[in-house]
């Protein structure tokens, strides 16, 4: 929870994962700063992705939240950019951490 309320956007990702990589590459494009958490990497990676299901009702990566508000994997997140309703979901973000 936490790591989700203090940061705009966070990608739950595997480092070897095609779709966490496409997620990643989506956001840099935009030149959106995320932080990524790398659950094969990352000791308590199996429970973080127990939490995660319990949350969002899934355990594939990636699991991308932006704004404290899960937005979906992958392609769920690409459509979102494709129909212009994902740079304002960052924006709003940006904008509260400013005041």
Do not use: H, M, P
């Given at each position: 929870d936490e790591?989700?309320?203090?940061?705009?956007?966070?990608?739950?990702?595997?480092?070897?994962?095609?779709?966490?990589?496409m997620?990643?590459?989506?956001?840099?494009g935009m030149n959106v700063n995320?932080?990524?958490?790398?659950?094969?990497?990352?000791?308590n990676g199996s429970q973080f992705q127990d939490v995660l299901e319990q949350m969002t009702g899934g355990r594939t990566v990636p699991r991308v939240f932006v704004n404290g508000t899960f937005v979906g994997g992958a392609t769920d997140?690409?459509?979102l950019h494709e129909e212009g309703k994902l740079l304002p979901l960052v924006h709003q973000c940006q904008m509260r951490r400013k005041f």
């Open positions: 790591i989700i309320s203090d940061n705009c956007v966070v990608i739950f990702s595997k480092t070897t994962c095609f779709y966490c990589k997620a990643k590459k989506l956001f840099e995320y932080t990524a958490v790398e659950l094969d990497v990352n000791k997140t690409q459509r």
